[in-house]
Nanobody, 124 residues
């Protein structure tokens, strides 16, 4: 069983930065794919970024490419989502999630474990 805890959300002005963290407990991230999703009120949960814990390979949604960067710290079992040049459209609850295989990583329904979410609000 993997437990995920997100942190680092908050209120920031447009153009600002935030760094979200996703820490794992239990069996940790070993062998897993770790994804970030976000959900705005009344919207579906959308893919943001994903990282392969073993290889460090990443992929990003087009809307965040060049602005968001996903990294991992294998000594702390933690994944970081660095968010720069934030826009009001980035406002949402951000969730990290984990799954076993690299396939279908865009689909939130394919993930087995979820954190509780952290609110990111970007003011104009």
């Amino acid at each position: 069983q993997v437990q995920l805890v997100e942190s680092g959300g908050g209120l920031v002005q447009a153009g600002g930065s935030l760094r979200l963290s996703c820490a794992a407990s239990g069996r940790a991230f070993s062998g897993n794919i770790v994804g970030w999703f976000r959900q705005a009120p009344g919207e579906e949960r959308d893919f943001v970024a994903t990282i392969n814990w073993s290889t460090g390979s990443t992929d990003y949604a087009d809307s965040v490419k060049g602005r968001f960067t996903l990294t991992r710290d294998t000594t702390k079992d933690t994944v970081y989502l660095q968010m720069n040049s934030l826009k009001p459209g980035d406002t949402a609850v951000y969730y990290c999630a984990a799954k076993r295989s690299w396939t279908n990583y865009l689909n939130p329904h394919r993930y087995d474990y979820w954190g509780q979410g952290t609110q990111v609000t970007v003011s104009s």
